[in-house]
């Protein structure tokens, strides 16, 4: 929780994600923490422990995790703005 806290604190990040080791013992207490940081922080970043996969137990591992998380988190985001901006009618290609 203090380890969040610091960095919600310091860089207001959305969401805060939890590879490697560290995913069995925050999966245990992710409620807890969820609940207390709620109380103590004016807005609280999103918690998530990531499924530990072999060879991503590493720093170079949790960061290789967080940017395919990053890439998927920007295509939907591309792809729903894409959705929102579309015409209502399509009209039939020019050729």
Known sequence: ???????AVTLDPESVYFVGRLGPLVDEVLLEVRGRLDRSLPAAPEIRPVQHLIGLSTAQ???Y???TM???RLRD???GARRHNQP???SAPAF
Not at 1 to 7: C, D, E, L
């Open 70 to 72: 990053a890439q998927e």
């Open 61 to 63: 591992g949790a960061v």
């Open 77 to 79: 985001a591309v792809l």
């Open 65 to 67: 995790a967080c940017l």
């Open 1 to 7: 929780m203090t380890a969040v806290s610091v960095v």
């Open 88 to 90: 209502a009618e399509h």
